[in-house]
């Protein structure tokens, strides 16, 4: 399976303990199993916050590889760039923030059809309405 | 709402009044969707459970815009410096640009009685509810020592923090006296803690502090409307929870009693851990070893060098930042003791450390190095 950041991603995420094994892959695994369970059962969607769980390096990689790789991948840039990706789990992305620097800020994997910050967020649509609307009215005159 | 002559005296006067936060950054050009990758981090960086993001991006949209006076007492304005300098532009910055900074002497334009009168605007505007931020400590021996506009740090300390809701003090001189109050203290340099004590105070202590540090506080404040949960030294727990020791990468070599003997040797080069060259990590409770610095590139000991504990009460004082913690040098020594056993013990938390338990240990002082703990 492909890996979904580069060992140099990896160490730039700060959640490391050096290399000492935390052994906390299998849980973590099992909690995103729950999660696409009550995803499909109820519609309930969860969020794990990668950076609240100590794991090394390794160990994070070893989960993303278990993860695999999906259809989708997309990046925002929203104060700096973020990066979705859809797990090879259909329902498991892997969200991350980046800042202006291109550092990691914060690192989440979300069990959802689609993470919300994909969506066109309603006040942003209404400020592309007024901005089209100006737009017309400067054309129409 | 401040008139045209006055919003030019403040930092930030060109922000109108009133405002809520979620205002300041639609003005500011921050989409929503940027708002909430920003609350998606903030949530993150305060440990707080991802359900929460929902909750503080409503609180955060409708936060009123703080009005902050910052005092500059007895300091070398590196942590002005730490804030200003460290993420220009970025994400974290962004709540510091949302607050109006309305008294900061490095930072405003104005000066003099222009300045004062700035502060004086904004805590009458504000009495009751700004938050007061202060760097540095506050000389007791002689108020000549330390004055801005002839009033002595002392009452001006005194006379701001009485309206306001909060107390940050940034730094660990205006957390612990830091290097003025060092020995011999020639002024007689205190904390804020010291002198004022009906105030909420949160302390974030560093020299400098880590500035996400400082707009995670800020942060919290705007979203919860109270301070975070703070340690026995007033420090927020999110960030200062765990030790250096705790989190630091090379700490499987502490483990394995793989030491550098000196900075040039193999152990410095293969990067074993700084213990014997000083490191005080094991005592030091920071975020460095996991936020890190320069826009997360590292920090002191991955940079090779170890970490002084200047997040600790006194840690100028604390006998040679090159001696080995187990070594019995004054204050950092009590410490170390009590440290060393409890790395014995393996898994007895060292956030079990307190300033009364350093007084038992230093009177039952024992010294124990890292070739007993090997043995």
């Known amino acids: 399976m492909g890996r979904l950041m580069s060992p140099g991603d990896a160490a730039q995420f700060n959640i490391q303990i050096g290399n000492k094994l935390t052994h906390n892959v299998q849980p973590i695994l099992h909690q995103i199993r729950h999660a696409l369970e009550q995803l499909l059962d109820d519609h309930k969607t969860t969020t794990i916050d990668l950076r609240s769980i100590p794991l090394a390096p390794e160990e994070e990689s070893t989960i993303l590889d278990i993860l695999g790789q999906g259809e989708v991948h997309a990046r925002l840039n929203a104060l700096g760039p973020s990066e979705i990706i859809e797990t090879g789990c259909a329902g498991v992305w892997l969200v ?9 800020v914060s690192r989440f994997i979300e069990v959802t059809e689609m993470p919300d910050i994909l969506k066109s967020q309603h006040r942003d649509i209404f400020n592309g309405l007024q901005m089209l609307n100006h737009k017309l009215e400067t054309l129409a005159t | 709402m401040k008139d045209s002559s006055q919003k030019e005296t ?30 998606a981090t903030a949530v993150s960086m305060m440990a707080l459970p991802p359900s929460m993001i929902p909750l503080v991006a409503e609180a955060l949209e409708k936060a009123r815009r703080p009005s902050v006076i910052w005092l500059s007492f007895q300091e070398c304005t ?24 309305d008294y900061q002497h490095t930072l405003q334009a104005a000066a003099g009685h222009q300045a004062e009168a700035a502060r004086e605007a904004a805590m009458e505007e504000n009495y009751g509810n700004y938050l007061l931020v202060v760097d540095g400590s506050i000389p007791l021996g002689n108020p000549g020592y330390s004055t801005i506009a002839g ?12 309206g306001a809701a909060a107390i940050i003090a940034v730094g ?20 804020v803690n010291d002198i004022i004590t009906d105030k909420p105070i949160v302390n974030v202590p560093g020299c400098p502090p880590i ?14 409307g109270v301070l975070p949960e703070l340690d026995h030294l007033g420090r927020p727990v999110a960030f200062y929870g765990q030790s250096i020791h705790d989190r630091c990468y090379r700490r499987p ?47 002191p000991i991955e940079a090779g060098h170890p970490c002084i504990g200047c997040s600790e009460p006194d840690f100028w004082d604390g006998g040679g930042f090159y001696r080995a913690l187990s070594m019995p040098t004054e204050n950092i020594a009590k410490t170390a003791v ?25 009177k039952a002082h024992i010294k124990i190095t890292i070739d007993d703990l090997e043995t």
Not at chain 2, 14 to 26: S, W, Y
Not at chain 2, 151 to 162: G, H
Not at chain 2, 211 to 219: C, M, N
């Open chain 2, 338 to 362: 009590y440290t060393a056993a409890g790395a014995a013990a393996a898994g007895v938390a060292m956030g079990a450390l307190n300033r009364a338990k350093k007084k038992a240990v230093s």
């Open chain 2, 151 to 162: 009033i002595s740090n002392l009452d001006m300390l005194n006379d701001v923090a009485k």
């Open chain 2, 78 to 101: 590196g942590c002005v410096e730490s804030l200003t300098r460290a993420h220009t532009g970025t994400i974290e910055s962004l709540i510091f640009d949302a607050v109006s900074l």
């Open chain 2, 10 to 39: 403040g930092c930030k006067g060109n922000a109108p009044r009133g405002e809520t936060l979620g205002d300041a950054l639609r003005r500011q050009g921050v989409s929503r969707r940027s708002f909430m990758k920003y609350c």
């Open chain 2, 211 to 224: 500035p996400v540090v400082i707009t995670g506080v800020l942060t919290h404040f705007l979203t919860f």
């Open chain 1, 96 to 104: 991350t923030h980046f800042n202006e620097s291109s550092h990691t």
């Open chain 2, 253 to 299: 070599f502490y483990d394995k009693g793989l030491f550098a003997e000196s900075f040039d040797d193999e152990g410095a080069k293969k990067g074993w851990c700084l213990f014997k060259l000083g490191c005080k990590g094991p005592t030091t409770y920071n975020a460095c070893a996991t936020t890190k610095w320069n826009d997360g590139t590292s920090f």
């Open chain 2, 172 to 191: 660990t001189c205006s957390t612990y006296g830091g290097i003025p109050h060092a020995k011999p203290n020639p002024t007689g340099a205190v904390s």
